[in-house]
């Protein structure tokens, strides 16, 4: 098997070159010097020539409030890239495997989603995400989707990074506390991405470390496990005032990965000690 991974500079894809190189399954990386997802021709040119098996995307437009004012950017990033991706690996016959998340849907209420419930993004970013799973649908039969939120990993930006230097530098952050939603540890997902493109089990999948919290309980836990005595003061969603909607209700059911003979990741708790704790080196 061959794997051509997008998108390897950023957090995600980072971790899963390193977990297929574990098992020594070849695989190649690309990001935005090797061709760029949102002109076909140059898609189709740098895919045929590796020609994988797999195509595992992880490149993505992930700036959310930016994106209510570059939406053209945003749309040809998420939905033409990914169409113009599925579009080769329907020429060459190829599996491929496309990252969404959380913000394809309303976020109303407490219920947890189920993959098949209905969509209804509140943001710009989450209209383009789902419009590149879509594309990925219309197109190929041979698919995974995989539905992500709150994601962290060793490199690149991400939110605990952002509250550890806060957190060095200030007694006290706002942060919001009626967003509910579940952490995303790559190195952890990583890992079950690896086990399922060695299946055929196609389909739409919400893959998350398990447990749900808000920002702020996020926040508590990672200033208790770096023994940082920074006072968290929860604030709501409106008084943040973010320019993007984010849903209210992330909370994503896995129980489809247990069905289909895979299992759930374990606690965001547990993911994100043993996150710090290699960040911070100890």
Not at 71 to 81: D, F, M, Q, S, T
Not at 91 to 113: H, L, R
Request: with cysteine; net charge negative.
């Amino acid at each position: 098997m061959k794997v051509l991974v997008t998108g390897v500079k950023g957090q995600l894809g980072h971790d899963i070159m390193l977990s297929l190189a574990k098992r020594e399954i070849e695989a190649v990386g690309a990001d935005l010097e090797e061709f760029d997802i949102t002109d076909l021709d140059q898609t189709r040119a740098f895919i045929t020539k590796e020609a994988p098996d797999v195509v595992v995307h992880c490149s993505a437009y992930t700036a959310v409030d930016k994106a209510e004012e570059n939406k053209e950017l945003c749309h040809n990033v998420n939905a033409i890239g990914p169409r113009n991706i599925a579009a080769v690996c329907k020429e060459i016959n190829a599996v491929m495997m496309y990252f969404s998340t959380d913000y394809v849907f309303p976020g109303k209420g407490e219920c947890f989603y189920e993959p098949e419930d209905e969509t209804g993004p509140t943001s710009q970013y989450g209209l383009t995400k789902l419009e590149g799973e879509q594309a990925v649908q219309e197109l190929l039969e041979k698919y995974f989707i995989i539905r992500i939120s709150w994601v962290f990993g060793i490199n690149g930006n991400n939110f605990v990074k952002t509250m550890l230097r806060l957190g060095k530098e200030r007694t006290e952050v706002n942060v919001v506390c009626d967003e509910i939603g579940s952490p995303t540890y790559t190195a952890d997902l990583a890992e079950l991405v690896c086990d399922m493109l060695v299946t055929d089990k196609y389909g739409v999948y919400h893959a998350t470390n398990e447990g749900v919290c808000s920002w702020a309980d996020f926040t508590k836990e990672i200033f208790r496990i770096a023994g940082y005595h920074t006072k968290v003061n929860p604030i709501t969603q409106a008084e943040y005032g973010a320019k993007a909607v984010r849903p209210l209700n992330s909370r994503m059911s896995k129980e489809k990965l247990v069905e289909n003979g895979f299992y759930k990741l374990p606690s965001w708790q547990n993911a994100l000690n043993r996150y710090i704790r290699e960040y911070l080196g100890e």
